[in-house]
């Protein structure tokens, strides 16, 4: 069953600050995660994924970092805008499946 | 990226009918096609994991007699709601993923179904 959860459901920060948002994954078997934005209405967009043999990759503005000793991943956006704001989920695949974790409520204020 | 393309995108249907909605990859053959329901202001909950050419495996708590899962092709999955009543009314997604190793490992999602019971 779904083992990804995130540490804070809203997270609201001003244009221009760096963004982290936090993701607890319970199960070390997990190969590969993922990063999500979904916008209201809509489906999730991919922004950024990270192999289970890596501890960080990095993407236009934005970063992943895994550590696997505490089964921890983050999604560093920097220099934060309007447009960022939406809910980002981490999800894991496991034995196939993709599983997401509860979501975080990103608010980016002028 | 990878397009998936889902429909409709809205449906309202009378209670005790059945709703089908329809995935498809549009640029890269789909070897695995996930369905998602999706409350508000909730997470996606993973109901089935289908294979090209297989039977779907089904996530614990989701009636596999309710919610048909056909994936005939590399290019098209359907979810059909049978039957359905007021409580099945939700936002219903898709995604598809590529072979490991090969283009498109990442899994892509459609737009969503707005299914509304009535």
């Known amino acids: ?40 209405g809509k489906g999730p967009q991919f922004i950024i994924d990270i192999r289970s043999n890596m501890d960080k990759r990095q993407g236009q503005r934005v970063t992943v ?5 505490v089964k921890h991943l983050s999604l560093q956006i920097a220099a934060t805008q309007p447009g960022d704001s939406a809910v980002y989920f981490c999800a894991e695949i496991l034995s196939g499946r993709l599983y997401f974790g509860r979501g975080t409520q990103l608010t980016v204020w002028p | 990226g990878a397009v998936v393309s889902q429909h409709p995108s809205r449906v309202i249907c009378k209670s005790g009918t059945s709703v089908k909605i329809e995935c498809r990859s549009l640029d890269f053959q789909a070897t695995t096609m996930f369905w ?58 898709c995604s598809a993923r590529g072979l490991p190793g090969q283009r498109n490992t990442e899994a892509f999602f459609g737009q969503g179904t707005r299914l509304t019971v009535v």
Request: net charge negative; hydrophobic share 30%; proline share 3%.
């Open chain 1, 1 to 40: 069953g779904e083992s990804v959860g995130l540490h804070l459901p809203t997270l609201s920060v001003q244009e221009g600050d760096n963004s982290i948002i936090n993701c607890a994954y319970s199960n070390s078997a997990s190969d590969y995660f993922i990063w999500y934005k979904q916008e209201s």
């Open chain 1, 65 to 69: 970092l895994l550590n696997k000793t």
């Open chain 2, 36 to 93: 998602y329901r999706q409350f508000p202001k909730q997470s996606l909950m993973l109901m089935a994991t289908s294979n090209e050419g297989s039977k779907a495996t089904y996530e614990q708590g989701v009636e596999k007699d309710k919610f048909l899962i056909n994936h005939a092709s590399l290019t098209l999955s359907t979810l059909t709601v049978t039957s359905a009543h007021p409580e099945d009314s939700s936002f219903y997604i």
